[in-house]
């Protein structure tokens, strides 16, 4: 059973627009979020976290919102660039260093 | 500071075989964990060890397993292996929790 989820296996942006990218979770107990970047033949890059304690969380153009209500993390890239085309994933854990990822999404950003 | 390191790099096996991937984590980091990616699974939870202790545990079936030495290098070896075992197997170290994983580049696992 998926406990994270991405739900859009690809995206597509121009560059110098927002990308965002959501994920959803089913665990309420889950405390700790991460975002990830792949490209491939590479191991993930990490991005910028967020605790449960917050609902955003900002670091140069990237910026993960939590919405604890709804269950949903979003990411969002300002402005894009094409060197931010690359796979990313979401990752949420409950107080320990067993993560759960999502499916990933395809992120594309045409100049 | 070096990465995490993760050797081999990449690895073909025939059905039946076994395989041991070795993966050194950052200085100071003493947890480990395993993750296997497939295409359209995303990131696999296998285990984590922390201090030579395996702490956490996916839903691998039991010919997956792995240990972790006093310098927290860690292994993780799979037996009889399976084509569907074909897969990047990734090793991610951090601090105590709650806190950010660091990956390696990954093993390419190949099964013929």
């Known amino acids: 059973d998926q406990q994270v989820k991405q739900n859009s296996p690809s995206l597509s942006v121009q560059e110098g627009r927002i990308s965002i990218l959501n994920c959803d979770y089913t665990?309420?107990?889950?405390?700790?979020f991460l975002w990830y970047k792949k490209y491939p033949a590479e191991g993930p890059t990490f991005l910028i976290s967020?605790?449960?304690?917050?609902d955003k969380n900002e670091d140069g153009r990237f910026t993960v919102f939590l919405n604890k209500s709804a269950k949903h993390l979003s990411l969002h890239i300002v402005p894009s660039q094409p060197g931010d085309s690359a796979v990313y994933f979401c990752?949420?854990?409950?107080?320990?260093?067993?993560?759960?990822f999502g499916t990933g999404t395809s992120l594309t950003v045409i100049p | 500071k070096a990465g995490v390191t993760q050797t081999p790099r990449y690895l073909i096996k025939t059905r039946g075989q076994q395989v041991t991937l070795s993966c050194s984590p950052i200085?100071?980091?003493?947890?480990v964990s395993w993750y296997q990616q497939t295409p359209g699974q995303g990131l696999q939870f296998l285990f984590e060890?922390?201090?030579?202790?395996?702490?956490n545990k996916g839903n691998f079936p039991g010919r997956f397993s792995g240990r972790q030495f006093s310098n927290s290098r860690s292994e993780m070896n799979v037996s009889t292996l399976e084509l569907g075992d074909s897969a990047l197997y990734l090793c991610?170290?951090?601090?105590?929790?709650?806190?950010?994983?660091?990956f390696g580049p990954g093993t390419r696992l190949t099964v013929l």
């Open positions: 990752a949420a854990s409950e107080a320990s260093n067993q993560f759960y």
């Open positions: 991610a170290s951090s601090l105590p929790p709650p806190d950010t994983q660091y």
């Open positions: 200085s100071g980091h003493r947890s």
């Open positions: 967020i605790s449960s304690i917050k």
């Open positions: 665990n309420s107990m889950f405390d700790y």
């Open positions: 060890y922390f201090s030579e202790t395996q702490r």
